[in-house]
């Protein structure tokens, strides 16, 4: 990426940054409907800005608890915890950005794509979303494919998305309430007890 590219995207971090905190200063609080929490964090990674990504997301994780996330923002997270040599961290935030979007590791480290056959809870989270965000996706370091393809292919990683590609499979025939429920319920025990695990 040229450092032209990088420096429009360290601007559009801090402005991002900067507003957000006005906002915040003005109002007490933070109104936002259309993401745009979400865009400093992706643009201090693909700025090479990772002490301000790093900052930013703890930011972000007292401001927002609880919140689900966006996948290349879910990605960017984990990218700035591995640079900054968190790795437990990394591989949680890599396996939550993973199944945010299951089509979007693959898509990255170049391996066959695939639709698949399960219920998807919202547009974010099914392949056209790819499309969406392919500028971002297309400035992802490329020093970092490596460390995304050897964190896809741990055992702990392959688990975890069969066991909710199996979940979310059996919810797209799933009709009634009750059994949606221990579903997901059965989905979440799993996720809580494996997210971030090599094995």
């Known amino acids: 990426m040229s450092t032209d590219k990088q420096k429009r995207y360290r601007d559009r971090a801090n402005r991002n940054r900067r507003e957000l905190r006005k906002e915040q200063e003005k109002f007490g609080t933070i109104s936002d409907g259309g ?72 898509n990255l480290v170049g391996k066959p794509i695939r639709e698949i056959d399960m219920w998807h809870s919202s547009n974010r989270d099914q392949e056209d979303y790819l499309f969406e965000v392919e500028d971002w996706l297309a400035d992802i370091p490329s020093e970092t494919l ?3 393809n050897t964190e896809y292919e741990m055992k702990g990683a392959r688990r975890l998305r069969s066991e909710y590609i199996k979940t979310y499979h059996a919810l797209k025939t799933a009709k009634e309430f009750d059994e949606r429920q221990r579903l997901l319920q059965g989905w979440y025990k799993y996720a809580e007890a494996h997210l971030g695990k090599v094995g």
């Open 146 to 148: 490596s460390w995304l």
């Open 35 to 106: 993401g745009k929490r979400y865009l400093a964090g992706i643009y201090f990674v693909l700025a090479g800005e990772l002490d301000k990504a790093w900052e930013y997301f703890s930011w972000f994780e007292s401001e927002f608890p609880g919140d689900v996330g966006e996948p290349v923002f879910l990605l960017c997270w984990a990218l700035a915890a591995h640079k900054s040599g968190t790795e437990e961290e990394a591989r949680y935030r890599f396996q939550v950005a993973m199944l945010s979007n299951l089509y979007m590791i693959p």
